[in-house]
């Protein structure tokens, strides 16, 4: 590998992407099914295994709030997120 692609990988990042939100009967749901690009960064990160790390804590989390309100849309959010390389080809253009 030449250095300036070794440079260039060194700097990739990794966020946490969420699907979009909609409403259905007044209620929010999360777009799974969105294409990639319209997706929002929830949080980023240094590394993959920081960034799943983190999205299972969030999925844990909501389980744990059970009968709050909005637990099941976060749930669904968070269950569905992906955690995808700052470089993926799919984010261009966001």
Not at 4 to 30: C, E, I, K, N
Not at 42 to 48: D, E, R
Not at 50 to 59: E, K, P, T
């Amino acid at each position: 590998m030449n250095p300036r692609r070794a440079a260039a990988r060194a700097f990739v990042g990794w966020y946490l992407m969420v699907p979009p939100m909609t409403q259905v009967s007044g209620h929010p749901a999360a777009l799974t099914e969105a294409p990639l690009g319209r997706w929002n960064t929830s949080a980023s990160f240094g590394n993959s295994k920081s960034c799943v790390r983190y999205q299972l804590a969030r999925v844990d989390e909501q389980k744990c709030r059970s009968g709050q309100v909005g637990r099941e849309y976060w749930l669904e959010v968070f269950s569905n997120s992906l955690c995808i390389a700052s470089d993926d080809p799919c984010l261009k253009g966001k």
